[in-house]
């Protein structure tokens, strides 16, 4: 199959069934974001003594919640990306809906906090 045709085709409305391609695990993490939290491996985890200066020494601009409700990451600034982050946003459900991702392999270059690269890693997990 050529992907670059059907992601094109998708996005044209050419493709024939856009409602079969949601990744099985879409509505667990759609219950995710409604309590603004996300299962974070590894992050989870941390003790609030270790996450604290996790937070302090990496030049975040974008935060998620944890499992525990704790911040990981920073605001950008008071008016810009000062919400948690949706983690797959829409735009990576949406792109999943149109498109299985989970039969692919993603190349994705990010703004550095990972949020999009990882939500896309979990959906080609799927």
């Known amino acids: 199959m050529d992907v670059l045709k059907k992601i094109s085709s998708s996005f044209s409305g050419s493709s024939a069934d856009h409602t079969s391609g949601a990744s099985a695990d879409s509505s667990a993490h759609a219950a995710a974001h409604a309590l603004g939290e996300v299962e974070l491996p590894g992050v989870d985890n941390l003790p609030d003594d270790e996450l604290e200066p996790l ?72």
Not at 75 to 83: D, E, F, G, H
Not at 87 to 100: A, N
């Open 55 to 126: 937070n302090r020494w990496l030049p975040w601009a974008a935060f998620l919640l944890d499992r525990k409700g704790r911040q990981f990451g920073v605001t950008q600034s008071a008016t810009t990306r000062n919400l948690a982050q949706a983690m797959p946003d829409s735009r990576i459900i949406e792109l999943d809906r149109r498109i299985p991702l989970c039969d692919l392999t993603e190349f994705e270059i990010g703004c550095f906090e990972g949020i999009r690269t990882a939500a896309l890693a979990r959906s080609s997990e799927q």
